[in-house]
T-cell receptor, first 111, second 118 residues
Framework: GEDVEQSLFLSVREGDSSVINCTYT??????LYWYKQEPGAGLQLLTY?????DMKQDQRLTVLLNKKDKHLSLRIADTQTGDSAIYFC???????????FGDGTTLTVKP | DTGVSQDPRHKITKRGQNVTFRCDPI?????LYWYRQTLGQGPEFLTY????????KSRLLSDRFSAERPKGSFSTLEIQRTEQGDSAMYLC????????????????FGSGTRLTVV
């Protein structure tokens, strides 16, 4: 079945760049997403990328996709303390269909 | 638009009791999803609806779990004869279908209902 793997923790200094990595197993994955979850809250969609794209940039966020290696990364430029949260990678085969989520990467930003 | 609303935010119940949660999606979203999240893990798919039709249900979902979306608007998730292993955050999400004139993909999540079974 589908599986999505992420490293559990990342710690950076304020102002540095953060890179969160994700690997997935389903070669049929067409849509790949990054969500952010703050304490006590639901998940917030940050960005998404289609499998026919290599890169997508959205303000401070850059998503890179290596489809051959089934590797996805999220780069956050100029990381702020407000970026501290859990970041989830997710994939789905169809838009608006079922998604499979990783277990999340906890990002800690130190002042 | 107030986003996706879930009620209640917290529920504590005794083992063996039945519980029901409600989700109100974004009004123009056709699809509604239920996920379960336990501490330290990502959301796990339970089921989803397109309008009032339940399109998919997880094989992992016990027959103690049932979900409805009778009029294609709000949805309820019922757990019968609760067990301690049911303790989790139950997340509802909604999304539009392609072609509804939106360019966003992915879900809009509610804040969840935290269930504690004692």
């Amino acid at each position: 079945g589908e599986d999505v793997e992420q490293s559990l923790f990342l710690s950076v200094r304020e102002g540095d760049s953060s890179v969160i990595n994700c690997t997935y197993t389903d070669s049929s994955s067409t849509y790949l997403y990054w969500y952010k979850q703050e304490p006590g809250a639901g998940l917030q969609l940050l960005t998404y990328i289609f499998s026919n794209m290599d890169m997508k940039q959205d303000q401070r966020l850059t998503v890179l996709l290596n489809k051959k290696d089934k590797h996805l990364s999220l780069r956050i430029a100029d990381t702020q303390t407000g970026d501290s949260a859990i970041y989830f990678c997710a994939e789905s085969v169809t838009n608006a269909g079922k998604s499979t989520f990783g277990d999340g990467t906890t990002l800690t930003v130190k002042p | 638009d107030t986003g996706v609303s879930q009620d209640p935010r917290h529920k504590i119940t005794k083992r063996g009791q039945n519980v029901t949660f409600r989700c109100d999606p974004i009004s123009e979203h056709n699809r509604l999803y239920w996920y379960r999240q336990t501490l330290g893990q990502g959301p796990e798919f339970l089921t989803y609806f397109q309008n009032e039709a339940q399109l998919e249900k997880s094989r992992l979902l016990s027959d103690r779990f049932s979900a409805e979306r009778p009029k294609g608007s709000f949805s309820t998730l019922e757990i019968q004869r609760t067990e301690q292993g049911d303790s989790a955050m139950y997340l509802c999400a909604s999304s539009p279908l392609t072609g509804q004139g939106v360019l966003n993909y992915g879900y809009t999540f509610g804040s969840g209902t935290r269930l504690t079974v004692v």
